[in-house]
């Protein structure tokens, strides 16, 4: 079973910017994928970002692209979510995700192509 850790969380103002870290016990799988979701009270669960770990492949929901930024330390094993000029709408509670790439394209926002979850992380922007 793998644990992921979620911190960085918090409450910022619209504009600003916030840095969640996602910290993995191991890396279970080949092909090892890593991601952040959210989800806002009354919404579903949906995709914000993935990485491909050890390769060069991101993908993002299109409301953070340009904005937020995923990325990943190997030796870490560790994947960060840097968001930039937040909005009051990316206010939910973040999930980071892991599990093998046994998706393709659009897939990697799917709930269910991802096998472990953290526990999550707050983050609010007023």
């Known amino acids: 079973h793998v644990q992921l850790v979620e911190s960085g969380g918090g409450s910022v103002q619209a504009g600003g910017s916030l840095r969640l870290s996602c910290a993995a016990s191991?890396?279970?799988?080949?092909?090892?994928?890593m991601a952040w979701f959210r989800q806002a009270p009354g919404n579903e669960r949906e995709g914000v970002a993935a990485i491909y770990i050890g390769g060069d492949s991101t993908y993002y929901a299109d409301s953070v692209k340009d904005r937020f930024t995923i990325s990943e330390d190997n030796a870490k094993k560790a994947v960060y979510l840097q968001m930039n000029a937040l909005k009051p709408e990316d206010t939910a509670m973040y999930y980071c995700?892991?599990?093998?790439?046994?998706?393709?394209?659009?897939?990697?926002?799917?709930?269910?192509?991802?096998?472990?979850w953290g526990r999550g992380t707050q983050v609010t922007v007023s």
């Open positions: 191991k890396y279970r799988y080949t092909s090892y994928c």
């Open positions: 995700a892991a599990g093998p790439r046994t998706w393709s394209g659009s897939a990697w926002a799917y709930n269910d192509n991802w096998r472990d």
